[in-house]
């Protein structure tokens, strides 16, 4: 956590529990993730006497403050870019805060294990069992602390609590500082009442950054209590936003859009970020075996039915039987399995992966990815809606060109320098594809104009839009 000095502009304190439980889980981000993992690098960067970090306190009912440091060493194996060194603080000469003896609670495998399990529960139970499993550690704790006192010098003994030693929001914000939700929240059960409780009685504010709104735009790629969850959070949220900010000119038209027809009256317009790329600055390792520069077309996103992988499968299907095997190239999708995918998992397999022409790559690290984008023949998103689109700005970070859907917010990510298909057309889509393998000017044109004219947003100019917008 940054110096708790005085700040010309409100401080924002950004809700981190969301990113911190799903560091237990995972091994790689999302977009969310990713998204809030580069943002908060960036706003540290550029802005560090100005934002703050919260984890939540479920015994105690309260958000409680964190440091920097914690937060990106808990999300290290997420990481996208590298964290300040330790120790850039101290030797700024910047005061120590009040948490900064704190230690994180220890990561063992029964730990993670217990967090999987957990994350495989319906959402609506998880929250309601972590303050049970909370409570009893608090009780376990507050014994041992009891039997200790009892012990010569034991009194001391409590740097292990480490939500009871962490400050509450309440005693270190200042009346106009915001508690900004940019991540992905709406698993708590009412959110708007823990605004209520630790941030509204303190005069803070609230943000939002809403990343999309899939879940009540288009319900069908959810599961419906998912999908109800996410629609309870944005009912009983957006109207209590002094701040909102979306991923995109889509999204907020959407949200001015959606919360007209629930009846919602926001208190303030949505206002776009400027988005960063994701990280084009990774220095790329070895192409995964089999795969050669050139031979290949990349898919970048976690397989769902949203991402729309089933019309590359299709379209890739059609390529085999109007084009010579030699003509076609590797299909790659990098990206873990997510959900409602099982019939499209099962025609991969039953195809035998396409006669070998589609490699799957669940894992890759950043290095990986950094390859695969720059040796690809060109890259692909068929995503039938988004709040962005990272793989298409990413792709022309690397000087690629993407056949991009042209469905909600991508042609805004894309411009100019993407080619664009009806994601529900498999002959739309594969009429471009075709043109594109056979047509080997028309991407070497366009790569040419992403070289002279396509320029990469920075993450410190979404960190400074957000700054600006808090001011």
């Known amino acids: 956590m940054s110096p708790l000095v005085p700040a010309t502009s409100p401080r924002i304190w950004f809700d981190v529990q969301d990113l911190l439980d799903y560091a237990e889980i995972a091994t790689r981000p999302s977009g ?4 809030c993992l580069e943002l908060y690098a960036a706003l540290e960067a550029v802005g560090p006497e100005r934002i703050g970090f919260l984890r939540h306190d479920p015994v105690a009912g309260t958000m409680r403050a964190m440091r920097w440091e914690d937060l990106a060493a808990h999300c290290a194996p997420l990481r996208l870019t590298e964290p300040p060194a330790p120790g850039d603080a101290a030797e700024a000469g910047a005061p120590k805060d009040a948490a900064a003896d704190v230690p994180e609670a220890p990561r063992g495998t029964l730990r993670r294990a217990l967090r999987w399990l957990a994350w495989r529960l319906p959402v609506e139970l998880r929250y309601p069992m972590g303050e049970a499993i909370y409570g009893q550690i608090a009780a376990i704790r507050a ?6 006192a009892t012990l010569p010098g034991g009194g001391s003994a409590t740097s292990s609590a480490v939500l009871e030693g962490l400050p509450d929001i309440r005693n270190v914000a200042q009346p106009g500082d915001i508690v900004a939700a940019f991540g992905s929240p709406w698993g708590h059960p009412d959110y708007a009442a823990l605004l209520q409780r630790c941030a509204r009685p303190a005069g803070l504010r609230f943000a939002m950054l809403v990343h999309d709104l899939i879940p009540v735009v288009r319900p069908e ?11 309870a959070f944005m009912r009983n949220c957006l109207p209590e936003a002094d701040l909102l900010l979306t991923m995109s000119r889509a999204t907020a038209r959407d949200v001015v859009s959606w919360a007209g027809a629930q009846g919602l009256a926001l208190r ?9 790329i994701g990280f084009s600055h990774a220095a790329p390792g070895p192409l995964p075996e089999g795969l050669e520069a050139g031979s290949y077309v990349l898919l970048v996103g976690t397989l769902e039915a949203r991402k729309n992988h089933l ?13 010579p095997p030699k003509q076609v190239p ?5 990206g873990r399995v997510g959900w409602m995918v099982e019939d ?3 025609q991969i397999r039953n195809s035998g992966q396409l006669a070998g022409k589609l490699t799957l790559i669940p894992d890759a690290d950043d290095a990986t990815l950094a390859a695969l984008y720059r040796g690809a023949r060109f890259t692909l998103f068929p995503s039938l809606y988004e709040g962005w689109g990272l793989p298409v700005t990413e792709s022309l970070s690397f000087g690629k060109v993407c ?5 909600a917010s991508l042609p805004e990510a894309g411009g100019a320098f993407c080619l664009y298909h009806d994601p529900d057309s498999v002959t739309d889509a594969a009429r471009l594809v075709r043109r594109a393998i056979e047509e080997p000017g028309l991407i070497a044109e366009l790569e040419a104009r992403i070289a002279a004219e396509y320029r990469p947003t920075p993450w410190t100019a979404t960190a400074r839009a957000v700054l600006d917008a808090a001011s």
């Open 32 to 35: 969310i993730q990713r998204v």
């Open 143 to 148: 014994l041992g602390r009891a039997a200790r």
């Open 221 to 231: 790629f959810y599961e419906a209590h998912n999908g109800a969850l996410f629609r």
């Open 268 to 276: 303030t317009q949505p206002r776009p970020l400027p988005v960063g």
């Open 311 to 323: 019309l590359a499968f299709r379209v890739w299907r059609r390529l085999q039987e109007e084009l």
């Open 330 to 334: 590797q299909l790659v999708f990098a």
């Open 344 to 346: 499209l998992m099962q």
């Open 403 to 407: 056949l991009a859907s042209s469905a």
